[in-house]
């Protein structure tokens, strides 16, 4: 158990506490899924990870700018965060306890992409002018603060396409791929793409594991929850969502 993942936090913070109070042994490394949204500085959120020796890793969920630029400084501003603001995984691919792992943080949003449709924008630099466009009449801050909401928490082809010519072990995404009926197929080639064998991704608050024909493998974790790479759930959090039957071209693994 040398990395552990964490699905959806929101806050609840005592999940984590508990689940590592717990084990009888520690791992390395622990990577967050996402939707942390932080009222603190992620450094002392993070506290029963930290003091346990524990290196944190990160990416950002659809939440995560919901207290606006403020919380979004909580979680990446470098000099609140000494400690984590180097585990920021979104848009990366770094070695972690011998794996290769790639963040994607965030959420495919329409206005700037709907796989499978084509990408309406594929630069954040575009974005200023296309919402000042939409929002003619709209008070300056409304603008801005939805500038700041896409250009954030929004998926964006130029982080795709540039994790696409890299190589990885496993993808890390907040966003769930197809083996989640509201997934979107884009990740799935995504990690194929980088050679990667398995995806684990949070959002949806559920823990199950779903492998492809071709043996690509997805890992869901819950709000909260703790498991490894291989799908052993170390502990529990929030009470999970259901899922219905996988979509076609999956079997449920657990």
């Not at 700018?65 to 770094?94: K, Q």
């Not at 630069?123 to 009449?137: K, S």
């Not at 529990?236 to 693994?253: F, I, K, V, Y």
Request: net charge negative; proline share 7%.
């Amino acid at each position: 158990m040398t990395v552990i993942f964490i699905g959806d936090i929101h806050q609840q913070w005592r999940f984590v506490e508990r689940g590592l109070a717990a084990l009888p042994q520690l791992p390395e490394a622990a990577v967050l899924l996402g939707d942390l949204q932080c009222e603190a500085p992620l450094d002392a959120l993070a506290a029963p990870l930290l003091a346990r020796g524990i290196a944190v890793h990160w990416i950002f969920g659809n939440h995560d700018n919901d207290g606006g630029p403020e919380m979004w400084a909580n979680m990446t501003d470098p000099a609140r965060n000494p400690l984590t603001a180097p585990g920021a995984l979104h848009g990366r691919v770094v070695e972690i306890g011998g794996l290769r792992i790639a963040g994607l943080g965030g959420t495919f949003r329409p206005r700037i992409w709907d796989p499978p449709g084509d990408p309406r924008l594929r630069h954040r630099a575009h974005l200023p002018d296309d919402v000042a466009e939409m929002g003619r009449g709209w008070r300056p801050e409304h603008i801005a603060a939805l500038v700041h909401s896409l250009g954030t928490t929004a998926i964006w082809p130029e982080d795709h396409d540039a994790l696409a010519t890299q190589r990885a072990d496993i993808l890390v995404t907040h966003e769930a791929p197809s083996s989640h009926p509201a997934g979107k197929a884009a990740l799935d080639a995504l990690a194929r793409a980088m050679g990667a064998r398995l995806i684990v991704h949070g959002h949806h608050h559920v823990t199950y594991q779903a492998e492809a024909a071709d043996g690509l493998t997805v890992l869901g974790v819950g709000a909260g929850w703790g498991a490894t790479a291989e799908g052993e759930v170390m502990w529990t959090g929030e009470a999970p969502r259901h899922l219905t039957a996988l979509p076609e071209g999956w079997t449920r693994r657990a």
